[in-house]
């Protein structure tokens, strides 16, 4: 546990961001089926690994992904640089089995990061440990010691190769740790080797547990929560979780299941999307709190319509609400579950409607501080509000929602928001008293079964 974790300032940019995206390409987008088709699938390797190096996508243009990203308001981008297939998207001395020495004849990593760069986006890049091809791999060192030997030194050969040759790298997300361990993979040896090539790099919590290292008995797998050490940033997948004491990014796909390119995938709806990333915003505080948000590029190297369709959407909410998101200071600060989720930043509190009820009228509950302005965010109209103890009552909102996603309200307090018990600790936490004097307040002539009143 690392109690009162401060957020170095090299890694500032990472929360202030709050919104990533990532980037699933690679072969298997050939076959439509998700970025585990030859596992899934059992396939033939050879089979496979024709088609792999056949594969030539001839509309992949990289500044138009960036160009893309940096308009849906993605801050960051994390590309897979080999997936669990092996097939490596830039050119590795270490390897012919990649798109710079097969058909396409292309450095794609290089071209994602200098355009992504170029765009003003941040950089990740995302390594599979596993690799299908090598039995050595799932034999591991006891079983295979030389084979296992030769499978290691590749892999940190190539870690060591992407952070050397690509310019400055902020976040690397490493995959696939099953069933090894950070023993057997030297994980924490090569970390300390990433951090001298790298040394503002934030490295992901995928590195395996240690049984050598104490301190370092990560769950090596996806799980959230402090369950593991070892690592920079959680990543719960498919879960936002908050952790309390290290950074953390949920990573999450824009379709129903799978991360790369699928034929027939069904696609969330651009809110249910959007309420992912004020999940993030609202739970996330000072340790992070990102959305990592897929794509799932076509095999000729296009963002499918259906993701550029939303992601822009999100990025035009972004454009008006972008301040209740970017650098804020997590929230949920009030009872505010009925309607939305909260954030804040500096004196400033945001309501996200999540839903409008077309009423003018809005209570908030438990706010302490003394409001100096209220301002309907997506409209930039000033609202008028009363103040009557901790309530706040807000009113003159328009009865059609004034967007189509989420509409925020802005409140400005004479100092940082604050609240009272009761938005400290909820409904169904803290001392009960406090819920039964609030049942004796004011009872008036209303009738009662407690055997008091009547
Ligand atoms: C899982 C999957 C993998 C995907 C990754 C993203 O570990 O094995 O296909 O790339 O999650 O977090």
Redesign the pocket.
Known sequence: MREGFVVPDKWKWFTESRYGL?I?WGPYAQWGR???VLFREHLNHEEYAEQACAWNPRHFDPELWAYTAKKAGFKYACL?TR??DGFCLWDSAFTDYSSAKQAAGRDFVKEYTEAFRKAGLRIGL?Y?WIDWRLPAYFDGPQKDPEGWEIVRTYLHNQVKELLTNYGQIDHF?F??VWPRNADDLQSVELLEEMRKLQPNILINN?LGYSNKIDGYRADG??GAGDSDTLGDFG?P?HAIASEATRLWES?QVTTWR???HVIGERWRNTDVLLDMLCECAEKGGKHGGNLLL?VGPTADGQFPPEFVERALEIGRWLDVHGEAIYGTDGGSLTEFITRGRQTMKDNKLYLIIRFWDGRPELRLADLTSRVLDVELLTTGQSLPFEQDGDTLIINGLPREAPTRLFPVIRITCDGKPATNEWGEVRLWEGDPERVAAWARERRGASVYVDGRER
Request: glycine share 14%; aromatic share 18%; net charge negative.
């Open positions: 990532f699933h998700g970025e585990q897979t997936h669990h995302y599979s997300f995959d696939g995928r797998g996806i990543t997948e990573c799978l991360w790369s897929n």
